[in-house]
């Protein structure tokens, strides 16, 4: 599982939320090249274009963390036993988060939201273990 990056399981909803506004295809598409815009102009002076591609101190200076993304990606890492390869695809997927929401900085939420998509990482951890995260 440690080669792909989104793990979701997506039941079917019963109802939909009540409360929640659902995005568009065309809001969805808007977000999307906006993001890639952002992408190619940030690589544009590099060997290549997109977050995916990124590795090593690439990664490390594309994708910096402050001091509380960084504890919370470490003690899931800590906590589920995930090897290197799986810290930098949360990496990558945080910072193409990021992008999809216009924010220049990796935000705790962007990693946690990319922790979220490693679900099947998760399943094997325990209750006990959840709340250490």
């Known amino acids: 599982m440690d080669r792909i990056d989104l793990q979701v399981d997506v039941p079917r909803p019963k109802e939909w939320p009540g409360n929640a506004t659902p995005i568009s ?23 290549f274009s997109w977050n995916s591609e990124l ?9 910096m ?7 919370l990606l470490q003690a899931t890492i800590d906590t589920l036993g995930l090897s290197m390869r799986a810290y930098d ?6 910072r193409t988060i990021a992008d999809l929401e216009a924010s220049d900085e990796i935000q705790s939420q962007h990693v946690a939201e990319a922790i979220q998509y490693r679900q099947l990482d998760r399943q094997y951890i325990t209750a006990e273990e959840t709340t250490r995260l």
């Open 65 to 71: 963390l402050d001091k509380d993304s960084a504890e």
């Open 55 to 63: 590795f090593g101190s690439f990664l490390r200076k594309h994708a």
């Open 25 to 47: 295809s065309e809001q969805m598409r808007d977000q999307v090249y906006a993001a890639q815009t952002i992408q190619l102009k940030r690589y544009s002076r590099l060997p």
């Open 89 to 94: 695809r949360i990496l990558k997927l945080a």
